[in-house]
């Protein structure tokens, strides 16, 4: 609401109820005016950001995925929690939400699932095709209650891969709530092994591989990127690779 300025709610009455223009000053008017506005967001979206990325099908599951990056995190807390089969770990969200979380892998295993077969690219130049499942983070930024002032969702991992500081990752809020976005927790019918990024890792399917982050420990809200790593968004990007590495 507070990001309407006058303009625009002149701009979009005025498509509404032609010649009206005084009616801004009525909440009435303000308030279809403002519906009017989030419809024409939602319009957008619908034509491009919301599309979908190519899914698959069973037959063409690449008979090996290929493990990049880290595919063992030599870290003692990650080994702890491989040694009890995750039994303790805990994916908190938190930031700019009204609602902090902190989730079990049994939370995340109960909530509603999706399901996609969807080729990952990798920058290096190798391709494969899985099979993903796991919760869409659209129910988590809903449970957590997101507010209007974040604008990414940065995801924190557990290891380090050569370097001091943890692995992570951000993505903006429209591939945030992008139906294909899902923490999965399962590859291929089985539970993700260590070297896909066990317990959880991240789909954004219309992104390059370095975006889908394994083994994530927290999904920050925030608007700005720039206490992250070296504030470029992601361990590859803080290296020079692009932020929006979409396919
Ligand atoms: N935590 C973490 N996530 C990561 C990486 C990593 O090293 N650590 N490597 C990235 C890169 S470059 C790719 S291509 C994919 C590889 O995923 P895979 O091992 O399931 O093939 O994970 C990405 N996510
Ligand atoms: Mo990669």
Request: charged share 20%.
């Amino acid at each position: 609401m507070t990001l309407l300025t006058r303009r625009t709610l002149v701009a979009s009455s005025a498509l509404l109820l032609p010649g009206c223009d005084a009616l801004i000053e009525n909440p009435r008017a303000r308030a279809i005016a403002k519906a009017a506005e989030q419809a024409t967001l939602r319009g957008q979206r619908l034509l491009g950001q919301d599309a979908l990325a190519r899914e698959f099908s069973a037959s063409e599951i690449s008979p090996l995925f290929k493990a990049n990056g880290t595919i063992n995190p030599e870290e003692p807390a990650y080994q702890a929690h491989a040694a009890t089969a995750f039994k303790n770990w805990r994916v908190k969200v938190s930031g700019l939400v009204k609602n902090p979380l902190s989730l079990s892998l049994t939370d995340l295993q109960n909530l509603p699932a999706r399901s996609q077969i969807t080729r990952h690219d990798c920058v290096e130049g190798w391709s494969a095709i899985g099979g993903w499942s796991g919760p869409p983070l659209a129910l988590l930024l809903k449970a957590a209650a997101v507010s209007e002032a974040a604008r990414y969702a940065v995801f924190l991992c557990a290891d380090t891969y050569h370097s001091t500081t943890r692995y992570y990752e951000s993505i903006d809020l429209i591939d945030a709530w992008h139906p294909q976005t899902i923490l999965a927790l399962r590859l291929n019918n089985a539970p993700l092994d260590i070297a896909h990024g066990a317990p959880v890792r991240l789909r954004v399917e219309r992104q390059l591989g370095y975006k889908h982050a394994k083994y994530i420990e927290e999904i920050i809200l925030t608007d700005t990127l720039a206490p992250y790593g070296q504030g470029k968004g992601g361990y590859w990007e803080d290296r020079g690779y692009e932020w929006y590495a979409g396919i």
